[in-house]
């Protein structure tokens, strides 16, 4: 099938072990921050979000971090699972608008 | 769960003719967006509707592109005429009013080939 991120940065993990996304953020303005996962062929997927008023967030096997002093966000996985493998992508913006960063390959491997 | 509606999943087209897509968001979503995204590529905002408005089509090519939500519920994004460099995903959207309680949900998109 097809994929989405040819040319992506690319991260391997160990099925079991806790995976670490990295995004560094543009706009020191935005208020609204956003992870998706987008599977091969699919849409993006809304996974945890988190508003500038906090630096974490946790959801379900995930959590969110924000550095606001650095522009960085970042999505941590625990546990991570072979239908974890996709493109991650972070998006930064305002209740109104958002943009997406280039993407993160996860690559599970057993 | 409820999801956006997209049709249709493929579309292969020659340059110069023209295509549509048609985009069916969330019951009760007043926001839609239509997105494009190359591949290995974030998606890019082309044209954002609130209810049957307009509200950011600064990133439209309207020399070509044309987007249309007549009655706030579904929508229409338009290529005439197609070029080689549309081929692309073409992405739906959309959210609920209260932003802070309604990320932005996408749909499986168009996969749209020129050639």
């Known amino acids: 099938g097809e994929s989405v991120g040819l040319h992506l940065p690319t991260l391997s993990v160990q099925e079991g072990d806790n995976s670490i996304i990295n995004c560094a953020y543009s706009?020191?303005?935005?208020?609204?921050f956003i992870w998706y996962k987008q599977e091969s062929g699919k849409g993006p997927q809304f996974i945890i979000d988190?508003?500038?008023?906090?630096d974490k967030r946790q959801g379900q096997r995930v959590t969110v971090l924000l550095n606001k002093t650095v522009k960085h966000l970042s999505l941590q996985i625990a546990a991570t699972q072979p239908g974890d493998s996709a493109v991650y992508f972070c998006?930064?913006?305002?209740?109104?608008?958002?943009?997406f960063g280039s993407g993160t390959q996860l690559t599970v491997l057993p | 769960e409820a999801e956006v509606a997209q049709s249709p999943r493929y579309k292969i087209t020659e340059k110069s003719q023209a295509v549509a897509f048609w985009c069916d968001p969330i019951?009760?979503?007043?926001?839609l967006y239509w997105y494009r995204q190359i591949l290995g590529q974030g998606p890019e905002l082309l044209v954002q509707?609130?209810?049957?408005?307009?509200?950011?089509d600064s990133q439209l090519p309207k020399d070509r592109f044309s987007a249309e939500r007549l009655k706030g519920v579904d929508s229409t994004l338009k290529i005439q005429p197609a070029e080689l460099g549309d081929s692309a995903m073409y992405l739906c959207?959309?959210?609920?009013?209260?932003?802070?309680?309604?990320?932005?949900?996408f749909g499986n998109g168009t996969r749209l080939t020129v050639t």
């Open positions: 998006a930064w913006g305002s209740a109104r608008q958002l943009t």
């Open positions: 509707f609130q209810d049957e408005s307009v509200v950011d």
């Open positions: 706009n020191s303005a935005s208020d609204y």
């Open positions: 019951s009760g979503h007043a926001t």
């Open positions: 959207a959309s959210s609920g009013r209260d932003r802070a309680n309604s990320p932005l949900h």
């Open positions: 988190i508003r500038s008023n906090m």
